[in-house]
Every structure is written in C-alpha cells, then in structure tokens.
C-alpha cells in the first residue's frame, strides 16, 4: 500500500520500473527524513495542526527511528513505496491516527527535497573534512621537500626548474580554490524547500521561517516554484563543485603514473602500496593512481549527466529528477573515496633527491642564464639568442645548482602560510559549527 493509493495499484511492471534503484539510496535519506519531520511537527504544534501532546508523541517517536537508523536496525519493509512512508506507517503503527497527521500541509515533492537538502549539506561537510586532510597533508610535503629539486614541464617537454614542495603545494592550494565550488553547492543545499508543498503552497498558514530556523538552513527558498526547481539546478551545482575537486586530484593522479615510471623514477611507493604482474617480476604498477585518475574522471562527467537529465524538463515535479540520485549519490562516495586514497598513499610517498644535478636536465637552466644575462645588461631578445645558439652548438653549460627565485610562488618563495590562510577562511565560511549544533538540538527536543 501506498501513501497516494486509492483502490486500485499499479502494476509489477511499472511499480518495478518506476522505483529503480531508489530503495537503496532512500536508506541513505532515512535520517533526514525524520529530523525534517521533527521540525515539521513542531512548526504544526504551533499553528494549531497538532497538539502539544500529539507534538510531544511525535516527537519521541521521530527520536526512536532516528536511534534505529544509526543503530542499523531501520529497514523499508516490502511493499512500501519509500523512507517517507515507512516513516509514516512506522509512527501511525506505533501512535495510532497521530502518525497519519504529520503529513498535513506537504507533500512529498517538498519532503524528499528536504531530505535532499540535509543530505547534499553534510555530504559536503564530509567532503571538505577529506579536503583538509589532504590539503594538510600536501603542505607538509610541501615545507619537508621545499628544497628538493624536479623537472617543470610545459606540452610535457622539459621547461624550467621546479621543486616537489612547488609541486605539492599547487595541489594544496588547487583544493583551497576547489573550496569556492563547494561553497556555491552548500549554499543552495542550505535553503529549505519545507513548505513549497508540490511547488505551490498550501492553504495552511504554514510557518515556513521556523522550519528554516529549527532545520538550520541559512536560508529560505522563499518562491514555492522556485523552491522545487531547485531540485536538479542544487545537484548540477553540487557536481560541478565534486567535479572540481575530481579534477585537481586528476592531475595529481596523472603526474603520479608518469613520476613513477622507470624512464622518470622521481617518486616511488612501497612495495606493499602497488601492485604486480602475473608474468613480469621486476613490475610495480601504480593501480591506485591509475584508479583515482579513472575514478575521477567519472565524477568529471556527472554535470554532463545531470544536464542532459534536465533537459526539456519544465516548471514543476517531474519524474526524471529521480534519477538524479543514480548520479550524485555514488559519485559523492567515489570522491570521498579518492580523497582518502590519495592521502593514504602520499604519507608514504618516497622522493628521489638531487634529480637536477644530472647533465640531462641542463637545458632547464636556459632560463635561467637568459634572465642573468639581462640582469647584467643585455638586451633580452639578444640574451635569449646568445643562450638558444649556445644550445644549438652543444655549449651550453649552466650552473645546475644556481637557483634564485624570491618572488611569491616561486621556488624559493612557497607562501605556504598565504595558502593554509586561504583554506582556513574557506573553511570557515562553511559555518558547520553552527549547523551541527542546531542539529544536536533537534534531537535534544
């Protein structure tokens, strides 16, 4: 039986078309649902919906299946539609009418996008957690190898001098800005859709600015429409900001495989963290690397996916948002999974000292040679011709261990504290404390 059930069903056929893969990914919403459900509760208590004493019922009812869910007990009995019913039918199995109340003024259009809404917003507190381990992570790397030297590269060719901290550092500070994404998918996870109904209101003299204040959102979605359509516009947001993230550890990955490769052998892994052959003895394949740059790149095609989803979708609820669970929620625990990994591996990362003092890499110095000959007084244009034709007849020989970079970002010039400042302020404007408390209260009720 169904919520919207009358006499007659649907068919098997459609019911098991219809549902796809929801069962699953409404088991991740379950705790959600019932903290929504509290605040609507008490939002109805005080508008003369719900008594006090049905309130109170409610309320320790909502408290028991919340306690269920984080035991693991909580399943969706067969033959329920959803974690909105099994809700329901939980509280008016357990209470009697009382339960068939808490519905009064929503719908399930407004209820799922709450769901939705708590969900995508601690999803992104989890991800921004893994973002700063890394982030740590990769700024000690930085400060411990500032002084170890590599090759920096332009269209994969030889360019000028780098550094692993360079190195590491570009990736921190990649997060840092990877931040600014996030927080644009935070903020439209936090408005609260409660009380748009199916996108048009309803005639109850619903208290919408409480169940915003009692849910913790920052704010309201305050057009009923527009309230459901941001259902799709909130995860096309969210992955964007997941694809952001994805590609800055892409390009971590991708440096990763090429680094360790016999003909660089820059970086190295014990042997315990890579993997072998079945026919080759002397392999030590980077498959974890290889993995996160696949990985990724599937979290770079969610938007893509969810675009095309939206497509030709109108005002108003429509059944094709479903299956904008099937995009985001894996692709949620795949990123999480990748920022894992990637720490994991780099705190035993092992880095070749002295690369630079081969001969081979001799020409990365031409640039060098060139700005020390304008600092003496040559014209550029003749300095670089001066170095290019040294290079051309093999007479090049350059000061392999002469390196003097000073300004901001530069070899020698890490602004590492600049960039730790930056995710700090980033961080923080999360504002997560102040939702986490909020949330403690609600269960405090």
């Known amino acids: 039986m169904k919520l919207w059930q009358k006499e007659t069903g649907s068919k098997k056929e459609v019911e098991s078309f219809t549902i796809g893969r929801d069962p699953e990914f409404d088991i991740l919403l379950a705790p959600y649902d019932v903290l929504g459900s509290m605040a609507h509760a008490q939002m109805l208590s005080t508008i003369g919906l719900l008594t006090a004493e049905e309130n109170e019922i409610l309320q320790r009812g909502l408290k028991d299946i919340y306690s269920e869910i984080e035991k693991g007990v909580f399943e969706i009995a067969p033959g329920v539609e959803d974690v909105h019913s099994q809700v329901e039918f939980l509280l008016t199995e357990r209470f009697g009418d009382v339960g068939k109340k808490l519905h009064s003024g929503r719908s399930r259009n407004d209820q799922v996008l709450v769901d939705l809404k708590l969900y995508y917003r601690n999803a992104v507190k989890e991800i921004v957690v893994e973002t700063e381990g890394l982030f740590k992570l990769l700024i000690e790397l930085a400060e411990k190898h500032k002084n170890d030297l590599m090759p920096g590269y332009t269209h994969t060719q030889l360019a000028m001098p780098s550094s692993f901290g360079l190195w590491f550092s570009s990736f921190a500070e990649g997060l840092s800005e990877d931040m600014g994404l996030l927080k644009a998918a935070f903020d439209l996870a936090n408005k609260n859709p409660l009380g748009s109904a199916a996108g ?28 459901q359509n941001s259902r799709g516009k909130t995860e096309k947001t969210l992955g964007f900001a997941m694809a952001g993230v994805a590609g800055t550890l892409n390009r971590l990955a991708s440096d990763v495989c090429i680094f360790m490769n016999q003909h660089f052998a820059f970086i190295a892994f014990p042997d315990e963290l890579t993997t072998g052959s079945s026919i080759m003895p002397h392999k030590k394949n980077p498959d974890v690397f290889e993995l996160i740059r696949a990985k990724t790149n599937q979290i770079q095609a969610i938007p893509n996916a969810i675009t095309m989803l939206l497509t030709n979708t109108s005002t108003g609820y429509h059944r094709d948002l479903q299956l904008l669970k099937e995009e985001i929620f894996p692709g949620i625990e795949t990123l999480k999974s990748c920022l894992r990994m990637t720490h994991f591996m780099l705190s035993s990362i092992e880095i070749r000292k002295d690369i ?13 040679v060139v700005n020390e000959l304008v ?35 530069s070899i020698g010039n890490l602004n590492l504290d600049a960039i730790e400042k930056k995710m700090e302020i980033a961080i923080g404007d999360f504002g997560f404390q102040s939702i986490d408390h909020q949330m403690m209260n609600m269960l405090k009720y």
């Open 375 to 409: 600092l003496r007084g040559v014209p550029f244009r003749d300095a670089y011709k001066q170095v290019g034709m040294e290079i051309e007849s093999d007479r090049f020989a350059p000061d392999q261990n002469n390196l003097n970079h000073t300004h901001e970002g």
């Open 356 to 368: 630079l003092s081969d001969p081979f890499y001799k020409h990365l110095f031409s640039v060098e």
């Open 200 to 227: 048009y209101g309803s005639s109850f003299p619903l208290n919408r600015t409480m169940t915003t204040e009692l849910l913790g959102f920052g704010d309201l979605h305050h057009n009923v429409i527009n309230a």
